[in-house]
């Protein structure tokens, strides 16, 4: 826990269910904290711009826990996004080229937690909630955490795309990967950044990802909890 | 000779890259579904997913945004430390659920973002800036309610269309409903009071006659234990509705919903 009720979080906190946890801890071999050490070259993230193709992917993402696990771990970047770029869109304070980017990269984003959920099912974690600290609220904010999720969404599919065990995912991983890098071309440009800076990217293995992210403090524990069971105390 | 040896080289690729997309059907299989011809093999790779369209947010800035107190705090006339405190608020609500706000507007002032968010103190209606790092994360929602005293209706509108319609019993001569822009605070169910019937919502209006009533007069929304008197002008302030629609609105309306009262 940390400051003002702000809880900075892990994998256990974006994994409610434990699914990532358990899909880990069932990889034969390794550790958890090998597992995740070893993602920098090992598992796969997945989709994006898809819905699920009955009888293989679901098959697929219930015979591989590694696949699951690492989708699941996907699955949590794309809620961080979509929900920050929904949020964006929200509080209407982005004119121009920059609402625009939001609106499109926000609807490829929600696009995005729609294909994962569908194809883990009941084994996708689920929503955390986020506070974005009114960074969605000033353009200028926004589009210096815009490039930053991007970039960092770029170079994490990258990291788990070599180990993707699914040739089904693999394509899918590809297709969404590229876009990620489209996206981030396309905020750096509205940001004055080189939208390519180097000939070659490094990849960013999943304790970095959440090093990065936890970071940020966007993540929150839970939704506030707005019901309770007590008798209403109402003038009737 | 330098360019003998680029060109062999070019060729070899060239041949190399015909030779793959000339190979066995067998061997293709991964990459390119039968039938189907590409100029990148890689995309025809059978994938887990079918492409959909993105589809863009309905009405995107026409929601209403709420956000849980996280600590206590002073609400302010205006969007400054040094504005004069309008009210304190908690992080809970005195039926133990959590403190949330609406807000409409934004100001920066020295370096802090504020928000202006309605208030559930007398008189009704009262607004106030608090800081933006009081509060949690935004919450959206595209529902509005509208409480007609004079045809004794309650609407329901989801992205501008009406998704339900009840009769209510308003508020008495002497215990009137008060009117204006509200929001519907908490979600309370599973208590053993038929007076509320099976569910109340609780709301940031305050009864501007039972002022001395537990928690201020907070006007609810809620069943009844009788339901003969719907539609009427009945209640101490609440709005009530017969069980079923009460239940049938709890479906649909989620906490943080506006709520006008005409």
């Known amino acids: ?236 | 000779m330098l360019w003998v040896v680029a060109g062999v080289i070019i060729s070899a690729a060239v041949a190399a890259l015909l030779s793959f997309r000339g190979l066995p059907s067998s061997t293709k299989e991964r990459g390119r579904p039968s039938g189907s011809e590409s100029a990148y093999t890689l995309t025809a790779l059978p994938s887990a997913f079918t492409a959909q369209r993105p589809l863009p947010l309905i009405d995107a800035t026409g929601a209403t945004r709420w956000a849980p107190v996280l600590h206590a705090a002073a609400a302010r006339r205006a969007p400054s430390f040094q504005s004069a405190v309008v009210a304190r608020l908690a992080n809970h609500t005195g039926d133990g659920t959590a403190n949330i706000l609406v807000a409409d507007a934004e100001a920066e002032h020295q370096g802090v973002l504020w928000e202006r968010v309605r208030l559930a103190v007398l008189p009704n209606g009262t607004q106030g800036w608090v800081p933006r790092s009081s509060l949690g994360g935004w919450t959206f929602v595209d529902t509005r309610l509208v409480i007609d005293r004079a045809r004794l209706t309650a609407t329901l509108l989801r992205a501008g269309r009406v998704v339900f319609r009840a009769p209510v019993a308003v508020g008495a001569p002497g215990t009137p409903t008060p009117s204006g822009q509200f929001y519907v605070r908490d979600r309370l169910s599973g208590f053993s009071n038929p007076m509320y019937g099976p569910l109340a919502f609780g709301t940031n209006a305050r009864s501007p006659t039972l002022t001395d009533w537990p928690q201020g007069g907070v006007v609810g929304i809620h069943g009844t234990d009788r339901p003969s008197l719907i539609p009427g002008r009945v209640s101490h302030g609440c709005i009530r509705l017969k069980n079923a629609a009460i239940v049938r609105l709890g479906r649909l309306m989620p906490v943080g919903t506006p709520v006008t009262i005409t």
Do not use: C
Request: no cysteine.
């Open chain 1, 1 to 236: 826990m940390s400051r003002d009720g702000i809880r900075s979080f892990s994998l256990s906190d974006f994994d409610v269910d434990g699914a990532v946890r358990e899909s880990l801890s069932r990889l034969p071999g390794h550790t958890r904290a090998g597992f995740l050490r070893r993602a920098a070259g090992a598992g796969a993230a997945v989709a994006g711009g898809f819905a699920l193709r009955p009888g293989t992917a679901g098959a697929r993402a219930g015979g591989s826990s590694g696949d699951i696990g690492i989708l699941n771990y996907a699955l949590s970047l794309e809620y961080l996004q979509a929900s920050f770029y929904t949020e964006a869109e929200r509080m209407g304070a982005l004119q121009g080229a920059l609402a625009h980017q939001a609106q499109v990269v926000g609807a490829h984003e929600r696009d995005h937690v729609k294909a994962f959920k569908a194809v883990l099912g009941s084994a996708a974690i689920k929503q955390p909630s986020f506070d974005f600290h009114g960074v969605t609220a000033n353009p200028d904010a926004f589009r210096s955490t815009a490039v930053a999720f991007e970039d960092l969404a770029t170079a994490a599919y990258k990291g788990q795309a070599p180990n993707i065990q699914s040739a089904t995912y693999l394509a899918a991983a590809l297709a969404v990967h590229s876009v990620e890098a489209r996206h981030a071309a396309w905020i750096r440009r509205l940001a004055g950044f080189l939208p390519a800076a180097q000939a070659f990217d490094d990849p960013l293995d999943a304790p970095r990802v959440i090093d990065i992210v936890n970071s940020t403090h966007f993540v929150t524990l839970q939704a506030p909890d707005t019901s309770a069971g007590t008798s209403p105390g109402f003038t009737g």
